[in-house]
């Protein structure tokens, strides 16, 4: 397996204008294999290593996730109690933000867009619960409550809760000053560079900036119970709303037809397979293209980050290859 990644994988990245590519492999609960393909650097000639630097994209929001979920073991937090009542005033003007949940934000019910307006407007589009759309906002709001309880900026909670704890070194929701030397430089579609992003504050959807031997050892984190309860990985892993086949973003259009292979958990994307189930998560920063695989069961899993706009388009035989699994998530992702 190992070696036919190594042998397939550069022709892939050629094929599809991707400079470099960051892998880490996942098996008996254990990282067994971190490889950097490719450059993180066009003009420098800068080879990806193990240590190279990927914005997460929303593979930020996994790890987030795993966050709240160390607050519900706690008792601090109750996945079912509306989150307006641990702030002091509704986060936005509409009554029904007082039947977002947790538990709703972390599965993408909570009615809320992707993002908010241009003019700041944060509506909510349909009654919360009522189906999946996919919301980085809603995360946005969960963020705010889990500052509030622990009283903490999101980026010090995490990192003391999640990225200490499990070895995650070169890993934070803000911009670190030590990532200037091994960040890696994000390339369009036309093989131009763009402009570095370096967060000064964190968001819980997308402003992860890690590294695919980091990132695996969350994922190792999931597969062994490390740091949570079973009781809240059952939940984690179980799915909670079936994903309608032909949306991501649905507020404006109820589903047809529901899949039965594909659903969403607390933070994860799951997969049914007849043997069990899979988890999964992509990130799209534009430039910066992620993806994760989980088999809980068989405790393997797949760790890819890359720097070029068109990187998930070779990423599912990469992703097949390492899981030995059809990923059913990229034709969902089109």
Not at 187 to 192: C, E, L, N, P
Not at 243 to 248: F, G, I, N, S, Y
Not at 261 to 276: A, D, M, S, V
């Amino acid at each position: 397996m190992i070696s036919r990644l190594k042998s397939e994988a550069p022709g892939l990245m050629q094929q599809g204008g991707v400079p470099g590519l960051s892998i880490a492999l996942i098996r008996g609960g254990k990282t067994v294999w971190l490889h950097g393909f490719g450059v993180k650097d066009k003009k420098t000639g800068a080879p990806v290593r193990t240590n190279t630097v990927f914005e997460a994209a929303s593979l930020s929001k996994p790890v987030f996730a795993y966050g709240v979920l160390k607050l519900v073991d706690q008792g601090k937090l109750d996945l079912d109690t509306p989150l307006s009542s641990y702030l002091a005033k509704p986060y936005i003007p509409d009554e029904r933000i007082g039947s977002i949940t947790a538990r709703l934000v972390l599965s993408h019910r909570t009615g809320f867009p992707n993002w908010r307006g241009d003019d700041g407007s944060l509506p909510i589009y349909f009654p919360p619960g009522e189906r999946f759309s996919y919301s980085g906002e809603g995360y946005i709001y969960l963020q705010r409550v889990v500052e509030q309880i622990t009283g903490k900026p999101l980026e010090i909670y995490m990192d003391q809760a999640v990225f200490k704890p499990l070895g995650m070194t070169n890993s934070s929701y803000v911009w670190k000053p030590g990532f200037d030397a091994l960040t890696a430089t994000g390339y369009d579609s036309k093989g131009a560079p763009g402009e570095l992003w370096k967060p000064k504050e964190a968001g819980a959807a997308s402003s992860l900036n890690t590294t695919a031997k980091d990132y695996a050892l969350f994922v190792d984190a999931v597969l062994n119970g490390k740091g949570l309860s079973s009781s809240a990985l059952r939940q984690m892993e179980t799915p909670e709303i079936a994903l309608d086949p032909a949306c991501r973003i649905c507020v404006k259009q109820q589903p047809t037809e529901l899949s039965k292979t594909l659903f969403w958990g607390l933070g994860w994307g799951i997969q049914r397979e007849p043997k069990g189930i899979l988890l999964w998560h992509w990130g799209d920063n534009g430039a910066f293209k992620a993806f994760v695989m989980a088999d809980p069961a068989g405790k393997s899993g797949v760790v890819i980050f890359a720097n070029g706009q068109d990187a998930l388009n070779i990423a599912k035989p990469i992703i097949d290859i390492a899981m030995d699994a059809d990923t059913l998530a990229f034709a969902w992702l089109k």
